[in-house]
């Protein structure tokens, strides 16, 4: 009620002269790649468009638990956890008027399999031009548990092909967002200038790369404290050879250009806030974005040697990325389950940390690898993405054993070719939490999921695996997901190098930036208000 208090003298207090409230500007260098939930799957796009659009379930700060939203309740009806059912609430409608019906549902989710299904069609056809194929497979990958969806009256009904504990957790994010069966196509992508959606805010105006204005939606109804003020995000991306986005948000924060600063900036920009400063909120926690570096483990490509990704997992220097290119605002991380979430532990410093360069080239030498091996190093976006590319190539090349260039791509040539050509043998990204579990981290980075198209693929793992989906008690199986990112450190085909550590700052006068962003990957641009 406080909030709800605050929020309303907030609107009186900031009315400009013709009537409106003042946008509240947030500045972010993840800028979405789009805003279709059939396509999206990228940090940027799920931060957006977990404002746009609702789910049967969500998250509320604080309880990283599904909770209701669209729904009226979800449950699984069965002890073997293979059936959810929910019941949709009769009072939603879309940003364009139309009613939401459990065919809305069932046509989301149906729609997602289906565009994943085109794009995989179209990637094998040899009769469609490269740049003509349909690229975005969206985050069907999360909904490999799904079967079928049927309706029942209010109730939709989710048939699973195997026990999932972590469906509920699907459900709540971006993955289950309800789009308007009547406005978008079933195998097209939807334009992102027309969003329809149900969400606490509705898109009155999107620059790609540039700015989103959100407008307060009227008409929400949901889990969500309703949208209290609008609000301008404007994204900051490197264009070719010209700034990089983290001093574009840096340089708009020291122009006072921007009211929340919710990306990030350059590591020695970040070092340097004063945590005293009378003038600027502080919201600082340990976040659920890790970088990472995968491997294309086909056999036929540099890093199906698993000795050469073993090679690499000893050599990189964590420690000195953290310190000397980040300025120490991230933390080395040791495993793909990152802190604070149940089965993390350090497999990779147990099982690399004492192995020295001779140790590392008797295991390539007998893997008959011929040295040193030569690869490019793919990024994109990130904080300091330049020197950290270049810091671990330099390690390498240090070492004798590989001889390392680095190449960067923009974003919107970084994603097709990741996820459609997989023409990078070796590549470095951000890994953000689909939902608040351990799974995320497990079947998406080495199980069936291969949401990082790494190709590699465990009988063992996938095993264990499946056997974690059928425990709802997820601490009861934190031993089983250490076990698994043991396994998974000796094989290597992905390698954690740091955990973020999530600091959001904002003027004075705004509130709502601690509950702003959390682990579960939802972006609550709506908790934001002036006071």
């Not at 995000?233 to 600063?261: H, S």
């Not at 974003?411 to 953000?432: K, M, N």
């Not at 550590?501 to 939802?522: E, K, M």
Request: charged share 25%; glycine share 8%.
């Amino acid at each position: 009620m406080v909030l709800v208090i605050a929020g309303v003298g907030g609107w009186a207090w900031y009315q400009t002269r013709d009537g409106e409230e003042e946008p509240i500007v947030v500045g972010t260098t993840m800028a979405p790649t789009v805003l279709d939930p059939a396509g999206a799957y990228d940090i940027g796009s799920w931060a957006l468009t977990s404002n746009l659009f609702q789910s049967l379930l969500t998250f509320i700060p604080g309880k990283e638990q599904p909770v209701p939203d669209a729904a009226e309740e979800c449950e699984f009806s069965d002890e073997e956890l293979t059936v959810f059912r929910c019941t949709l609430r009769d009072d939603l409608t879309f940003s364009n008027g139309n009613a939401m019906t459990p065919d809305d549902v069932k046509f989301s989710y149906e729609r997602i399999i289906g565009m994943a299904a085109r794009a995989a069609r179209e990637a094998e056809d040899d009769t469609i031009p490269e740049d003509e194929k349909f690229a975005f497979a969206g985050p069907a990958a999360l909904l490999g548990s799904l079967d079928a969806v049927r309706t029942d009256g209010q109730d939709i009904i989710f048939e699973l092909n195997q026990p999932d504990a972590t469906f509920p957790f699907i459900v709540a994010g971006a993955a289950g967002a309800i789009v308007d069966r009547q406005s978008y196509q079933e195998l097209d992508l939807h334009s992102d200038e027309s969003v329809v959606g149900s969400g606490p805010f509705v898109l009155t105006r999107y620059v790609a790369d540039e700015v989103a204005e959100l407008a307060p939606n009227p008409d929400y109804s949901g889990a969500a404290t309703a949208g209290q003020a609008p609000i301008t995000v404007r994204y900051f991306v490197q264009q070719g050879d010209g700034p990089t986005a983290d001093q574009q948000l840096a340089d708009a924060w020291e122009n006072e250009e921007i009211d929340v600063n919710g990306g990030v900036m350059p590591p020695e920009a970040m070092a340097d806030l004063n945590r005293s400063d009378p003038d600027i909120a502080f919201a600082e926690q340990a976040g659920a974005n890790t970088r990472v570096m995968g491997f294309n483990t086909d056999e036929d490509r540099t890093f199906g040697s698993r000795a050469a990704r073993r090679a690499v997992a000893a050599l990189i220097d964590r420690e000195g990325i953290a310190r000397r290119v980040q300025h120490d605002t991230v933390e080395s991380l040791y495993s793909l389950i990152p802190a604070g979430f149940t089965g993390h532990s350090t497999p990779f410093y147990d099982l690399y940390y004492d192995m020295d360069v001779d140790d590392v080239r008797q295991e390539m030498l007998e893997a008959g690898l011929e040295l040193p091996v030569q690869f490019d190093l793919a990024y994109s976006r990130g904080a300091a993405n330049t020197a950290e590319a270049e810091f671990i190539a330099e390690t390498l090349n240090e070492s004798g054993l590989f001889e390392v260039t680095t190449t960067y791509y923009d974003w919107s040539e970084f994603v097709p070719t990741l996820f459609g050509e997989r023409a990078f043998d070796a590549y470095l990204l951000s890994f953000a939490a689909d939902f608040p579990d351990p799974a995320t981290f497990t079947d998406n980075l080495v199980g069936p999921v291969d949401a990082l198209t790494t190709h590699f693929s465990s009988d063992t793992i996938n095993a264990m695996i499946e056997d974690t989906r059928g425990v709802v008690n997820r601490g009861r199986v934190a031993g089983d997901f250490e076990r698994i990112h043991e396994l998974a450190a000796a094989e290597a085909p992905v390698i954690p190098i740091w955990q973020e550590t999530r600091v959001t700052i904002s003027t004075t006068d705004i509130a709502g930036i601690q509950q702003l962003a959390s682990n579960s990957g939802v972006w609550r641009l709506w908790e934001l208000h002036r006071i």
